[in-house]
């Protein structure tokens, strides 16, 4: 391997402290100012269209980096090209510390620690984001934290920018580290600044329980792991963890963006709230997500005022003032008393049927389970006014969903089982048609379907076939709404016998 240059246009390299995909980082010092400072520099390539799109990233890079100035952000000092060389080189401020992955080399860290990094981080984000800037690779080899405790945010070679619409990467390829990266992101969809705070998340996930939150042997199942199950919770990973904690974590790694903190800037006060010992300000208000509608019984129960039927337009403020002030006492509290009375006769009204609609105590369980052999009718629903559509439907509970079982399997027979968070729902036999191959062969091929009702929520789903001596079992999360049904579609693979499950 060839000796470095000694110099890149005006500086000089003293030593190479770093590779990566994007080039070589040197410490080099800059004469002209007196400095030393840390030169990211990329070779002039032989040609094609893959070199051609690795030099735009680079000065995407240097052009992004330029504009921002934040605290949090690392200072782009010059950029520029090397006349000699031809090599294009990038100056920024030399950092001395260590990045979160260093850090989180040594074991998981306080939970003070990481919400005290996590706010810098997500604050420097969130001026990323409001100048236009996504950063796509937020992981803790990307943030650098300085003997003083301030975390820096380093790298935006493959960030977008939002004014312009950048495209910078051929259709289908994956860009960032999958280990970190959003939902949508792996899905190769466009992202926002609430990718970068999902990508966070799962950073301060990895740092307080020392492992990555969604680890899997391959990048297809870490992938698969990212868009369509949970990390395993917090509070069975860290012993004396606040439940404020968790909270704000697991708003921040929701799967739907419209879920998760709307803004970097969300989460940040979320993380500095906790630390000074405040419930967290959007975690679990309803802030950052959309919520199911409630019905006007849930909200009475819940403290909530009733909702009323839309008024007539509202005077102005100045209007409104007026009347506030000449209104006399006598007749607020008189409205008061009627709404007061109206609420509690809505609930003496409501509260029998809503009770009557109940499960019984004994059937806390997600779904009925069915055993081989049951009848697949499903039962009759008693009927009642709220059934036909008539004035009380409103005050029921919420419907449940639904999981469809879709398998197709190589058995003769066998038999399946499903669990819904370890609770047995239902066990049916298989049986599979023979059929002949190549004139010779004869092989069996059968499909299974079925439906079942499960309460709305997150629920881990297990399936587990059996033939013979043979067993093999895998589970998957998924999230129920209510009335919705999520069709979960299994096979099992006719050499390996591989049971696989996806939802469709």
Not at 90 to 115: S, Y
Not at 200 to 209: D, F, I, M, Q
Not at 490 to 501: E, F, K, P, Q, V
Request: with cysteine; net charge negative.
């Amino acid at each position: 391997m060839a000796e470095p240059a000694s110099r890149v246009g005006r500086y000089e390299i003293l030593r190479e402290i770093g590779r990566g995909a994007m080039g070589i980082v040197y410490e080099a010092r800059d004469p002209a100012l007196d400095r030393t400072v840390a030169l990211k520099v990329i070779q002039p390539s032989a040609g094609g269209d893959a070199a051609r799109v690795l030099e735009e990233r680079f000065l995407a890079e240097a052009r992004i980096a330029a504009r921002l100035q934040h605290p949090g952000i690392v200072v782009v000092h010059d950029v520029g090209v090397d006349p000699s060389s031809g090599s294009m080189f990038i100056a920024l401020e030399l950092l001395r510390g260590q990045t979160l992955a260093d850090l989180g080399g040594e074991g998981p860290l306080d939970w003070r620690t990481v919400l005290r990094l996590t706010a810098q981080v997500a604050r420097a984000l969130g001026y990323a984001h409001a100048h236009g800037v996504v950063h796509r690779d937020i992981k803790p080899a990307n943030v650098f934290v300085l003997p003083t405790g301030e975390a820096k945010v380093m790298d935006f070679g493959i960030a977008r920018l939002e004014s312009d619409r950048q495209r910078l990467t051929t259709k289908g390829e994956f860009i960032g580290t999958p280990l970190y990266t959003a939902p949508e992101q792996a899905r190769n969809e466009d992202v926002d600044g609430r990718a970068d705070v999902f990508s966070l998340g799962s950073v301060a996930y990895t740092l307080l329980t020392g492992q990555a939150a969604f680890l899997a042997p391959s990048i297809p199942g870490i992938v698969h792991r990212i868009v369509y199950e949970e990390p395993d919770p917090l509070s069975g990973l860290v012993s004396g963890l606040p439940p404020d904690v968790e909270r704000v974590l697991a708003c921040a790694l929701e799967k739907e963006p419209a879920r998760r903190y709307p803004t970097a800037e969300a989460f940040a006060d979320d993380a500095e709230d906790v630390l000074a010992g405040r419930p967290p300000r959007h975690a679990g208000t309803g802030d950052h997500v959309d919520r199911e509608p409630e019905s006007p019984l849930e909200a009475l129960l819940d403290g909530d005022e009733p909702p009323l039927a839309p008024s007539a337009p509202q005077p102005s403020p100045t209007q409104t003032v007026a009347l506030r002030d000449t209104r006399p006492p006598a007749s607020a509290r008189r409205r008061a008393f009627v709404v007061a009375a109206a609420a509690a006769l809505l609930v003496v009204l409501a509260l029998p049927l809503w009770l009557a609609r109940r499960p019984p105590a004994s059937s806390a369980n997600p779904v009925s389970p069915r055993r081989a052999g049951a009848s697949a009718t499903p039962r009759a629903q008693p009927s009642s006014p709220a059934a036909a559509g008539g004035p009380l439907a409103a005050l029921l509970p919420a419907p449940p969903g639904r999981l469809r079982i879709d398998l197709d399997h190589p058995l003769k027979n066998g038999s399946i089982r499903v669990f819904v968070d370890d609770q047995l729902a239902l066990e049916e036999e298989l049986k599979g048609q023979e059929r002949t191959t190549a004139l010779v062969f004869r092989t069996h091929a059968g499909s299974f379907r079925e439906d079942l009702e499960v309460r709305p929520g997150l629920h881990e789903v297990r399936v587990e076939v059996r033939w013979d001596e043979n067993v093999r079992s895998e589970h998957i999360i998924g999230k129920f709404r209510p009335g919705v049904t999520r069709r979960l579609e299994a096979s099992l693979g006719r050499i390996r016998h591989d049971l696989d499950l996806q939802w469709k």
